[in-house]
């Protein structure tokens, strides 16, 4: 595991969230896998990545048993968090409004996640 900066120490481990349209991941288009950046586990990868217009890394599925959800009861609304299976930290969230095949949109923290390029 890197060194978190206090930003992403606060978005994995105490549930904030980073602004929309901050994350430099937003408009990664590279071939690669997405990590957690607390734990180094297998998340995301890019094959399943889409620009869902949120202003947050979106994508379609995650990697098999790679996260957890829970219900989010917070800010007065029922939302799916998501979460690192490995090490529970706190990703973003899944909403049913995203693209086939499956439908789902993990809208996902950008300090929360460290991609790996398939060619570095």
Same mark, same amino acid.
């Not at 120490?9 to 690669?32: C, I, M, Q, W, Y």
């Not at 098999?64 to 219900?71: P, S």
């Not at 998501?82 to 950008?110: K, Q, S």
């Given at each position: 595991? !890197?060194?978190?900066?206090?930003?992403?120490?606060?978005?994995?481990? $105490?549930? /904030?969230?980073?602004? +929309?349209?901050?994350?430099?991941?937003?408009? $990664?288009?590279?071939?690669?896998?997405?990590?957690c950046a607390g734990c180094g586990a297998l998340l995301y990868r890019s094959g399943t990545k889409y620009n869902?217009?949120?202003?947050?890394? !979106?994508?379609?599925? *995650? /990697?098999e048993g790679a996260v957890g959800t829970k219900t989010d009861v917070s800010h007065g609304m029922v939302r799916?968090?998501?979460?690192? *299976?490995?090490?529970?930290?706190?990703?973003?969230?899944?909403? +049913? =409004?995203?693209?086939?095949?499956?439908?789902?949109?993990?809208?996902?923290?950008?300090?929360?996640? =460290?991609?790996? *390029? $398939? =060619?570095?």
């Amino acid at each position: 595991m !890197s060194c978190l900066s206090p930003e992403a120490r606060a978005v994995l481990f $105490e549930h /904030a969230t980073e602004r +929309p349209f901050t994350s430099p991941l937003n408009d $990664e288009k590279r071939t690669g896998d997405y990590h957690c950046a607390g734990c180094g586990a297998l998340l995301y990868r890019s094959g399943t990545k889409y620009n869902s217009g949120s202003g947050w890394p !979106s994508f379609y599925d *995650a /990697a098999e048993g790679a996260v957890g959800t829970k219900t989010d009861v917070s800010h007065g609304m029922v939302r799916t968090e998501v979460h690192c *299976a490995g090490c529970g930290g706190h990703l973003g969230h899944v909403f +049913p =409004d995203g693209p086939p095949p499956t439908g789902l949109r993990h809208c996902i923290n950008g300090l929360a996640l =460290d991609f790996q *390029a $398939e =060619d570095a």
